[in-house]
């Protein structure tokens, strides 16, 4: 279940906004209209590699498409989810002020649930980011630990 979830994680990442035009490719992305409607395909695709040094680098790549670029849940890719995805700059305002470190840590792992991702919404990373990183453990919590630390950087505080 896993690795299909990572597949079609990967895929909405790099195709989303083409998808929710109702295209299946770049290419197609400034082809006039058709009166025939268009079946998006998600095709599968490895995930882009980031700096795993990067907190910002990686949350553009991973997490921008559903939270938007300003992580307040409005991305290209949001429109085609269940459930809205989380206003991420309000993280610490909802945990009555001080930034929930170890939860966003566990969520982006795949270790917390969180009844605002409804019925797993939210791709696991930790298995993401174990393969992007050959399976080295300490890359996986550089990666994550760096992420989470750019998410606090953005709380409207």
Not at 41 to 48: F, G, H, L, N, R
Not at 133 to 139: P, T
């Amino acid at each position: 279940m896993r690795s299909h979830l990572m597949r079609w994680v990967a895929a909405f990442l790099l195709l989303g906004p083409f998808l929710l035009a109702g295209q299946t490719n770049p290419a197609e992305a400034t082809a006039p209209a058709s009166s025939q409607t268009i079946t998006p395909q998600i095709k599968s695709v490895p995930a882009p590699h980031s700096d795993p040094t990067s907190g910002k680098a990686m949350y553009e790549a991973y997490c921008a498409s559903c939270h938007g670029i300003d992580g307040r849940g409005d991305g290209p890719a949001a429109r085609a989810m269940k459930a809205q995805p989380a206003n991420l700059t309000k993280l610490a305002a909802s945990n009555g002020g001080p930034y929930p470190e170890a939860h966003v840590a566990g969520v982006i792992k795949g270790e917390a649930l969180t009844t605002s991702h409804g019925a797993n919404d939210m791709p696991v990373w930790g298995p993401v980011f174990l393969a992007l990183g050959q399976h080295q453990s300490s890359e996986v919590q550089l990666r994550i630990h760096n992420l989470v630390k750019y998410l606090d950087s953005i709380q409207l505080r």
